[in-house]
């Protein structure tokens, strides 16, 4: 016997119309979506003040399935457009949701500026080692000695620790889950939404299809069984030495929480002064 | 008193006249990265923006710069860049996306010439073809040359009231001689300049289809923050803004905003005419060259020639059907550009078969009365 | 919107949505689910139900389904 689903609990916060997603048969970007939501739906966040912009890429398309406004960009221009948003109308919360490449590749520079202007601003990156999207090439966090598309023989570069790179930057929260630990992402994804000033969080997450497929990891079950072995909880080391190597051991938890002025404020003080004045 | 819009003469230069257009518009928002000879438009904003209310921020990159144009486009303020040829250059993916995604917005690029750096002081027409171009894909956009320093004013108001009207980036292509050169301008009251504001949906949200246009082709917009909860992308979409592939869609979209665009060809395109009506020899400029162009053509008509010059105003959408119904009763056509050969192929292919001289001009000066005059007098003879 | 597989607990799956990615019977704290064996009804995949009285209604496989398709009904 089969019974029609009424309303989808999720319903206000998601567009279920656009369900099922495009994203692969075990794939952990649908696990990240489900954290962002519920994490709304625990704060009752007004949907009229959140603002979803992602860049390109498979979770690139996040920003599509969330039913607040919401904007796909072109690839690593994101946080460029999340900027304009901000400082534009800073009475709006905006959430970048986007992958490793995009962010930390083509669209690198934006991240660093915006971490090192403290603009509030929510980042969450997918970090699935490679470029889903386009076939599984190689990318900025892709591990020493990793297959990918365009890595043939192993990868020779060495990779972003994606953390420390927001910390040092001068992100005021960063914190580093894996999409198996959805209840404590979905914690940090709640403070990373009220906390004011430039947060990052980054999510481990499988990418069965192609990272997971060229370098023989099983499919997205067996990684997230991988995951649940090798990662290891320590809140409130700096990022830096939070060890990530694929295969070996993940640190996450919560690392950074600090104070720092915000930018959009600012700007609207001396708006206010000037006009004033 | 330098608080609100202004009102009254001044003694400025190009990229003065320029910000202070922007602000008389309603621009409360300026996102760029410093560039010679746009810099004045930048260091003006940063000043003027915050007294009207509005935000300034200096970009890591134009790249940046531009997407952020367009993200506070989309937040619901009038927004503007201003750039010259190489961060033109890095600005077009995401002018792509202004297009894509309708978002009304100013560009100005106070024009060089040359590939990459070029001559960074000097100035040109480069980018004629580029901002029509540049971009990948087919598309329309609206772009306006000034010649003088109170119209880079003008024009730069008519810039917003007609990328708000049509939700279409508009650009001011302004040359670097015009950005620094210093003339008396008169800005108008308030009450005397015309704003157009976007078309706002009066839909309810649940009804709202962020892409579904009206009769004139273009879809009200609703902002951010407004309570809509749409979705826009770069990716071909439908009425609903949710990506489409299929072939139906693309056609249907594709099409939608190139015509929005040709379908009010008549109401967009601006020239100005001195002494067409019975000319044979057509002076076609625009910018700084076009005031050299009025001198010559002036001193031809006084040697009893009859010349007269075509000044573009909107070099696009570009007149082509008034040039072809000119060309029957023109022997010659001279077009005058500072670049090795841009707008003189449109020319070219309008007045066909009307031979066409092309005087090009590169680095800094522009062309001095006499040679157009002689070149006026070799058609004539 | 979809169809529920009718599960008898509390748990319930739309199979329009399910891509049989396997996380929520894998991960269940009390161990409700059992891996099926089989793929049936479309390419979705039922779990074998081990204990519905075990299930403390924790929600956590709600949030491990990546596609959507996994609700509790109270
Ligand atoms: C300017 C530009 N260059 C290249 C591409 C092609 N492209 C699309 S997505 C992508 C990589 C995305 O990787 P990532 O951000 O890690 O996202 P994932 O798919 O892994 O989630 C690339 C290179 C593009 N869309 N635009
Ligand atoms: S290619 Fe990888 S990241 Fe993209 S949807 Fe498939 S599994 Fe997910
Ligand atoms: S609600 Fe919790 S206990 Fe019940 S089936 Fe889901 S994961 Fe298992
Ligand atoms: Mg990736």
Redesign the interface.
């Known amino acids: 016997m089969t019974r029609a689903i009424e309303e989808h609990p999720l319903t206000g916060y998601l567009r279920i119309d656009r369900v099922p997603h495009i994203w692969c048969e075990g794939c952990g970007l649908g696990i990240l979506l489900n954290s962002f939501v519920q994490a709304l739906k625990d704060l009752e966040f007004d949907m009229d003040k959140l603002v979803v912009v992602s860049g390109i890429g498979c979770t690139g398309r996040a920003s599509g399935y969330i039913k607040s406004d919401a904007y796909h960009t072109t690839h690593g221009r994101a946080i460029a457009f999340a900027t304009g948003v901000k400082v534009a109308n800073p009475d709006l919360k905006v959430v970048v949701i986007s992958g490793d490449g995009d962010l930390f590749a083509i669209g690198g520079n934006h991240f660093i500026h915006a971490a090192r202007r403290n603009i509030d601003m929510l980042v969450i990156c997918a970090n699935n080692f490679n470029y889903g999207m386009t076939g599984g090439q190689l990318g900025p966090t892709t591990p020493i000695g990793s297959r990918t598309q365009t890595s043939p023989y192993g990868n020779i570069e060495q990779p972003f620790n994606l953390s420390a790179l927001a910390a040092c930057s001068g992100a005021v929260y960063v914190s580093r889950w894996t999409t198996l630990h959805v209840r404590r992402l979905t914690e940090s994804i709640k403070k990373g939404i009220h906390k004011k000033g430039f947060s990052f969080i980054e999510v481990i997450a499988p990418c069965s299809t192609v990272y997971g497929r060229y370098n023989r990891l099983g499919d997205g079950l067996d990684m997230m069984n991988d995951l649940k072995e090798i990662s290891v909880i320590k809140h409130g080391i700096y990022p830096t030495e939070a060890t990530i190597e694929p295969g070996k051991e993940i640190v996450v938890g919560d690392f950074v929480d600090i104070e720092k002025p915000e930018y959009s404020d600012m700007v609207q003080a001396f708006i206010k002064e000037q006009m004033e004045g | 008193m330098s608080?609100k819009v202004l009102t009254g003469s001044y003694f400025v230069h190009g990229d003065w006249a320029c910000a202070e257009g922007a602000l008389a518009a309603g621009c409360?928002?300026y996102?760029a990265y410093p560039i010679t000879p746009a810099s004045e438009i930048a260091e003006r904003m940063a000043v003027r923006l915050?007294?009207?209310?509005?935000?300034f921020?200096q970009?890591?990159?134009e790249?940046?710069?531009m997407?952020?144009?367009?993200?506070?486009?989309?937040?619901?303020?009038k927004?503007m860049t201003a750039t010259s040829g190489p961060g033109f250059s890095l600005m077009q993916?995401?002018i792509?996306?202004a297009i894509m995604?309708e978002a009304p917005c100013v560009v100005v690029d106070v024009m060089r010439g040359a590939p990459s750096t070029g001559q960074p002081t000097k100035a040109g027409q480069g980018e004629m073809m580029q901002v029509r171009w540049g971009s990948h894909g087919d598309y329309e956009i609206i772009s306006l040359v000034p010649s003088s320093v109170q119209e880079t004013f003008d024009l730069t108001v008519e810039a917003f009231n007609r990328s708000e009207r049509y939700r279409i980036p508009t650009f001011v292509m302004v040359d670097g001689i015009l950005g620094h050169m210093y003339e008396r301008i008169e800005i108008p009251e308030p009450e005397e300049i015309d704003i157009v504001n976007r078309k706002k949906p009066t839909q309810t949200p649940e009804e709202y289809l962020p892409f579904k246009a009206d009769e004139d082709l273009i879809p009200p917009m609703a902002?951010?923050?407004?309570?809509?909860?749409?979705?826009?992308?770069?990716?071909t979409h439908d009425e609903r803004g949710?990506?489409d592939m299929s072939i139906e869609v693309q056609d249907k979209l594709i099409r939608r905003l190139s015509d929005k665009i040709r379908r009010n060809e008549e109401k967009i395109i601006r020239i100005e005419e001195v002494d067409v009506e019975d000319a044979e020899i057509l002076v076609v400029a625009y910018g700084i060259p076009s005031r050299s162009a009025l001198k010559a053509v002036e001193q031809a008509r006084a040697e009893g020639i009859r010349a007269g010059l075509l000044r573009l105003i909107t070099a696009w959408p570009f007149p082509t059907r008034i040039l072809e119904d000119l060309s029957s009763q023109l022997d010659a056509v001279i077009m005058l550009e500072m670049n090795y050969g841009q707008l003189v192929r449109e020319v070219e292919r309008a007045v066909k078969p009307t031979p066409v001289t092309f005087l090009p001009k590169l680095g800094e000066e522009p062309h001095k009365p006499d040679e157009i005059l002689t070149a006026i007098r070799r058609c004539s003879g | 919107m979809g169809q529920n597989l009718g599960l008898a607990g509390p748990v319930q799956v739309n199979r329009d949505f399910c891509k049989r990615c396997g996380y929520y019977f894998e991960f269940c704290p009390r161990g409700v689910f059992e891996r099926p064996d089989e793929i049936t009804l479309k390419g979705v995949t039922p779990p074998r139900i081990n204990e519905w009285a075990e299930c403390t209604m924790c929600s956590l496989c709600t949030l491990l389904r990546p596609d959507i398709a996994v609700s509790i009904e109270v």
């Open positions: 608080r409360k928002f996102a915050p007294q009207v209310g509005g935000a921020i970009f890591e990159d790249l940046g710069a997407a952020a144009v367009v993200g506070a486009s989309y937040a619901g303020k927004a993916e995401n792509g996306l995604t902002n951010f923050g407004d309570g809509y909860h749409f979705y826009s992308t770069g990716l949710y990506p």
